[in-house]
DNA sequence: GTATATTGTTTATGCAATAAACAGTTTGGA
DNA sequence: TCCAAACTGTTTATTGCATAAACAATATAC
């Protein structure tokens, strides 16, 4: 015998995971009960901010309660596993403002801001990337940005089918490239944290591995040093990156052509 | 006093990381103690199949250990760390052939190839995706895969770094790709592992929770169930992939034209 | 033949996630 | 008003992990 209440939305919130459900606000504060000395938002930003400082592998619920004055048992009263953390801890720093307004009909530059939020996410929040992804995203940050993308896509006459195709291909690209753009930064500052590696670090061996039998095409790259972006001037993730973009938006504009626009692709 | 020898390799493998000196070749065979009951590929492939049924979770140095009938700090004497193994395992995985020959002047094709080589192993190996990337490729069949692709851009008029630039691109077009194929299989089976979800199995928790005020571009969507692929039709992650790889691809032969053709940029 | 390099093993350390039991705290309903 | 239920944060314990250290056995180089 159950109260009527909010039946349906009690259905929603037991058949989702935990923490997805704590993301959408439907995970109810207890009445009864000492008062609480924490809240999953504390717990959330204490996290971040470890993460922030000294990587994701030195979030560990200990580490965190003991950064609150707390113990690590304390914080299972609030969050139910360590994955919901990190899942909250995703939707956490996902929380990021878009202009309001894009020039109207430069969806161009909407997609170009699309991807350069999401990559300032992996660069402000390096361990971002090592989260790895569960499943396609459901919590609300996550779909205020697919919303957000869908605001740009207004005028294409192409299915929903399409347009979250598109999205897709945004939103990978981005990660790809915040990922990128992490192990540049990383490269740069050098002796960050042992066991890393880029390239760079290793033209030299490069140089005496690569072969022109075993590999005849990369091998010239090698030598004049482009592989491993010797050159300062172009040593550059953020060129790599635009002009990774520009490609898939060109990509994007001829398919468009051909569906909707005046004459067609022949 | 050294032998005079091979001092440059010794140089190269000295300075870089063990796991990746393996697998050049250039860690030899100790020489003297008894003989060894066990070696690097037995261990490597005992670590795949283990990863290959169960996840890389389930690859612990003493899982593996034991599946070999040895206890697990036996193989602390074949690789220094398991952070080398799972190297190893990656660098195993990508041993594919390349067909040697495309349609000599088909660029397209060639990278069709390339970007379904890479997602081909994301779907034997899904635990491939887990490894986190740890920097630029420099083993020796992460660069064939580079090397092939490099095979294709013969007739490009650009320079090594937009070269690069584009395998980039398509590198991590594939890896993402490939880790949607993999949800998208996994989700198909339904119940495998815990803990994985697909928006597929909460079509219906979405739907009470997009709201038009709150997702005014994301709720029809939705609602008409093209967000989570409900038509089976229209579910399948192969469309997704390869609409998206024709659009990069589109967007790299405009650039070409733009800058191969008839006149120059500037 | 012996010193030495190397083997696989046992034992031990430290850290992690998290289950279980516990004593104190607040509140809704009697 | 009072008590049972629902909670709190803690202590303790379990289990699994990577890996360091010490060990006796073994094969080779000189």
Same mark, same amino acid.
């Given at each position: ?211 022109? &039998? +075993? ?9 004049? %040093?482009?592989?491993? !972006? =010797?050159? $300062? *001037? ?11 973009? &520009? +490609? ?9 052509? %051909?569906?909707?626009? !005046? =004459?067609? $692709? *022949?």
């Amino acid at each position: 015998m159950q109260k009527e209440g909010n039946k349906e939305l009690d259905n929603v919130s037991e058949n989702l995971p935990h923490g997805v459900a704590i993301t959408w606000g439907l995970v109810k504060e207890p009445q009864r009960g000492p008062k609480r000395e924490l809240s999953i938002p504390m717990i959330v930003d204490a996290a971040i901010a470890i993460a922030d400082r000294d990587g994701l592998s030195a979030v560990s619920m200990s580490r965190v309660a003991g950064s609150l004055g707390h113990t690590a048992m304390s914080l299972y009263r609030y969050i139910p596993s360590k994955d919901d953390l990190l899942l909250l801890m995703q939707e956490a720093v996902s929380n990021v403002a878009f202009p309001p307004k894009v020039g109207a009909d430069d969806w161009r530059e909407h997609m170009r801001i699309f991807v350069w939020s999401t990559t300032r996410i992996y660069r402000d929040h390096p361990w971002f990337a090592d989260i790895p992804i569960s499943g396609a995203p459901i919590t609300p940050n996550s779909l205020r940005f697919v919303d957000w993308a869908l605001g740009g896509m207004k005028t294409f006459r192409v299915s929903g089918y399409v347009k979250m195709s598109i999205i897709l291909l945004l939103s990978n690209y981005a990660r790809a490239s915040g990922i990128l753009q992490r192990d540049m930064d990383r490269a740069f500052q050098s002796g960050t944290t042992p066991g890393e590696f880029s390239a760079f670090d290793y033209s030299a061996a490069l140089k005496q591995l690569v072969t022109p &039998e +075993r590999f005849p095409n990369l091998y010239p790259i090698v030598m004049a %040093g482009e592989y491993t !972006g =010797e050159n $300062e *001037e172009y040593n550059d993730a953020g060129n790599d990156i635009e002009f990774g973009l &520009e +490609r898939i938006l060109d990509g994007i504009e001829q398919y468009l052509h %051909g569906n909707e626009g !005046g =004459e067609p $692709e *022949e």
